[in-house]
């Protein structure tokens, strides 16, 4: 298995167009077929011929973490070293920006799911996309066709394999729709629901799958923790499962949103605790490695100074048009803007920004974070296999 150059916490500008997550759909459906979508990630040498494929995302399974996870997980190894090459998440590196990038096949700026929280334009008010219900609209808010309503209108039979509690979520319609949505609440219903969708016709078919336990074990007790690397073994067991049952006119992919990095104790700044960084803030949202601040009227000046000058080598904070100018969110249209924060603080090596009196006590008492621009976080990999 051959990794990137970067080390684990250079920082690694995602690579739309060609190398990132938001190319894996259209990929796919070039292979299937499916009127303009382009081999974005050259399948084809590999995959030609393939009618049905499964495309499997495990939430934080980055590619840095894949040699921490390999005593535990043989056949992700074997697969990694074989079958396997590296690509970028989108911007911000968090699961509902990933998710939705996936399903749509653009870069985070054009489908306006913008990070882990964000503030609703013209409110006070801090949308959680985890936690998304219908306001805002889903398909007002995140307008982008998925790949599933676009194979599916070309006659591919195309099934989404999820958490049952997930169904009809805001998150679920701005990524998924277009695929019919199958509950399943562990590994082994997972593969078998996957399995049984990839085998149920004789044309052309897409199967996407989400399994998010290693990522949950990742936060709550550490990458490399005893429970993570349960986690890791029972990935193992989805993926030989899956493997051992495609049709021989089946592939698998099989891909990541972010990876994740430990955060210690001494790197954790609290904006709530430190009256500094909580001057000229109205509205603070994103998550804590990458944090977005709405300002007083007026204010994005001095809030962008004092931030650069406590926060130091630990974040790099600019303005909010500075930041688009990075190239981090793709191009990101008018409607959509107000949607990053005035002032964003992108969290540099292991620190992060916590919020303990204004966020849930348990983001700021995690061990594993994600969402900034270093290698663990933004490097995926890209499985594929044949059956």
Same mark, same amino acid.
């Given at each position: 298995m051959t990794g990137p150059v970067a080390g684990p916490l250079d920082p690694v500008p995602p690579r739309y167009g060609g190398a990132s997550l938001a190319d894996v759909l259209p990929s796919a459906c070039a292979l299937l077929g499916v009127p303009g979508a382009a081999d974005l990630l050259g399948l084809a040498p590999r995959l030609a011929g393939v009618r049905r494929l499964a495309v499997l995302l495990v939430d934080g399974l980055g590619w840095h973490q894949i040699p921490t996870a390999a005593p535990y997980a043989p056949t992700l190894a074997g697969l990694a070293a074989t079958a396997g090459t590296p690509l970028t998440t989108g911007f911000p590196s968090t699961t509902p920006t990933s998710l939705v990038s996936l399903g749509t096949g653009v870069a985070s700026g054009a489908h306006g799911v913008l990070g882990f929280t964000v503030r609703v334009p013209g409110t006070d008010r801090v949308l959680t996309h985890t936690d998304w219900t219908g306001d805002p609209e889903p398909l007002r808010w995140q307008p982008v066709p998925t790949w599933y309503e676009r194979a599916r209108s070309d006659g591919v039979a195309v099934t989404v394999v999820s958490r049952p509690e997930y169904a009809g979520?805001?998150?679920?319609?701005?990524?998924?729709?277009?695929?019919?949505?199958?509950?399943?609440?562990?590994?082994?219903?997972?593969?078998?629901? !996957?399995?049984?969708?990839?085998?149920?016709?004789?044309? %052309?078919?897409? &199967? /996407?799958?989400? @399994? %998010?336990?290693?990522?949950?074990?990742?936060?709550?007790?550490?990458?490399?923790?005893? /429970?993570?690397?349960?986690?890791?073994? =029972?990935?193992?067991?989805? #993926?030989?499962? #899956?493997?051992?049952?495609?049709?021989?006119?089946?592939?698998?992919?099989?891909? $990541?949103? @972010?990876?994740? #990095?430990?955060?210690?104790?001494?790197?954790?700044?609290?904006?709530?605790?430190?009256?500094?960084?909580?001057?000229?803030?109205?509205?603070?949202?994103? +998550?804590?490695?990458?944090?977005?601040?709405?300002?007083?009227?007026?204010?994005?000046?001095? &809030?962008?100074?004092?931030?650069?000058? &406590?926060?130091?080598?630990?974040?790099? &904070?600019?303005?909010?048009? +500075?930041?688009?100018?990075?190239?981090?969110?793709? %191009?990101?249209? =008018? =409607? @959509?803007?107000?949607?990053?924060?005035?002032?964003?603080?992108?969290?540099?090596? *292991?620190?992060?920004?916590?919020?303990?009196?204004?966020?849930?006590?348990?983001?700021?008492?995690?061990?594993?974070? @994600?969402?900034?621009? *270093? $290698?663990?976080? !933004?490097?995926?990999?890209?499985?594929?296999?044949?059956?």
């Open positions: 979520s805001g998150l679920t319609l701005a990524a998924n729709r277009g695929g019919d949505y199958r509950g399943a609440a562990g590994v082994d219903a997972l593969a078998v629901r !996957m399995l049984t969708a990839l085998s149920a016709g004789a044309g %052309p078919t897409l &199967v /996407s799958g989400y @399994h %998010p336990d290693l990522d949950q074990r990742g936060h709550l007790d550490g990458v490399d923790s005893a /429970s993570w690397r349960l986690a890791a073994a =029972e990935v193992d067991r989805l #993926l030989a499962r #899956l493997v051992d049952g495609l049709p021989t006119d089946a592939a698998l992919l099989v891909t $990541a949103d @972010h990876g994740q #990095l430990n955060v210690p104790a001494g790197h954790r700044i609290d904006l709530d605790t430190d009256p500094r960084l909580r001057a000229g803030v109205r509205v603070v949202a994103g +998550e804590p490695r990458v944090r977005y601040l709405h300002v007083e009227p007026g204010a994005q000046a001095d &809030v962008l100074a004092t931030w650069s000058a &406590v926060l130091g080598d630990a974040a790099r &904070v600019l303005g909010r048009d +500075e930041a688009v100018a990075t190239g981090w969110f793709g %191009p990101v249209p =008018e =409607e @959509h803007l107000r949607r990053i924060g005035d002032v964003v603080a992108v969290c540099r090596g *292991t620190h992060a920004v916590v919020a303990s009196r204004s966020e849930p006590a348990i983001v700021s008492r995690l061990v594993a974070y @994600h969402g900034a621009d *270093t $290698a663990a976080e !933004m490097t995926i990999p890209l499985l594929a296999v044949r059956g």
